[in-house]
């Protein structure tokens, strides 16, 4: 999630970094939150929000209570972080709803919930955090879903999904089938762990024009079993992953999507309508297959 260090976040207030940790531990505003080293990370529109009612107020109480009624600037990743750590669902809703005032469902995805539940992901000991966090993600994501108009366009696109819990991966997937969807392709998502002969069952009803592995918990013996499905139908549909979660790298990596939904719907819109695209390479790992356990 973005954010700004104390030093930066104390110069755009004009005051000390003393002074804003005190604020921190008086008003508990601004919040920030830690990242995995335990520095302390500012979100911008909250310091925005805090600057201009400093102006007005010369007051830090007063400027404080300006800044939390008017809802800490535009709608945030921060914002969405508090909610959950609060486990108040119907702030976490709030959050949203005001994002989608003035973002689409993609950028309110990308810029707002997404990196709320990686920030929520990132630190120890907050377990029952993350999973409300994680549940209340995918419900409102399976409800965009089902408002998503029918598809406009006649080409499908099957995504293989290896994640098998609910976390952080899992809503990546979830992310990405909702960026197609509202995109206009008609979608099937399947389990990475179906049978060969029935993925192919799906993969004959749907003829797909393209595949897409996803998910970050694939086995190589998995991902054989899905590929000799794919070739027992005849399929000549190119396959591509997403965020990385092939176990083959190297010379027999698979082109990658991106890490995000709408880099990856871009890619998949122009490899289908066949424009020119530069799918980017797999970045090396230190592990180049993961064995099933």
Request: hydrophobic share 40%.
């Amino acid at each position: 999630m973005s954010g700004i260090r104390t030093h930066a976040a104390a110069e755009l207030l004009g005051v000390s970094p003393n002074t804003l940790r005190s604020w921190e531990r008086r008003f508990t505003y601004p919040r920030p939150r830690r990242t995995a080293g335990g520095h302390r990370q500012y979100d911008l529109a909250e310091l925005e929000a805090l600057r201009r009612a400093l102006l007005e107020t010369h007051n830090i109480s007063s400027a404080i209570e300006v800044a939390r009624r008017r809802g800490e600037g535009p709608s945030s990743a921060n914002r969405l972080l508090d909610a959950f750590d609060r486990f108040d669902e119907v702030a976490a809703d709030r959050v949203l709803e005001e994002s989608l005032a003035v973002r689409s469902v993609e950028r309110t995805v990308e810029e707002v919930l997404l990196p709320a539940v990686e920030a929520a992901d990132d630190r120890p000991s907050r377990e029952p955090e993350l999973e409300l966090a994680c549940r209340w993600a995918t419900g409102w994501l399976h409800a965009q879903r089902r408002i998503v108009p029918p598809a406009g366009r006649p080409e499908s696109v099957v995504i293989f999904d290896a994640s098998d819990r609910l976390d952080l991966e899992a809503l990546h997937v979830q992310a990405l089938e909702l960026a197609l969807r509202r995109a206009g392709f008609p979608t099937l998502l399947l389990s990475f762990g179906l049978a060969a002969d029935r993925a192919a069952r799906a993969i004959r009803a749907i003829s797909p024009n393209a595949f897409v592995f996803c998910g970050g918990d694939a086995t190589l013996e998995v991902v054989g079993r899905l590929m000799y499905a794919v070739k027992q139908v005849g399929s000549s549909a190119p396959v591509l992953e997403y965020r990385e979660s092939m176990p083959v790298k190297g010379e027999r990596s698979v082109p990658t999507l991106g890490t995000v939904p709408t880099e990856a719907v871009e890619r998949v819109r122009e490899l289908i309508d066949g424009e020119r695209i530069e799918l980017a390479p797999a970045r090396p790992r230190a592990a180049t297959v993961r064995s099933q356990a």
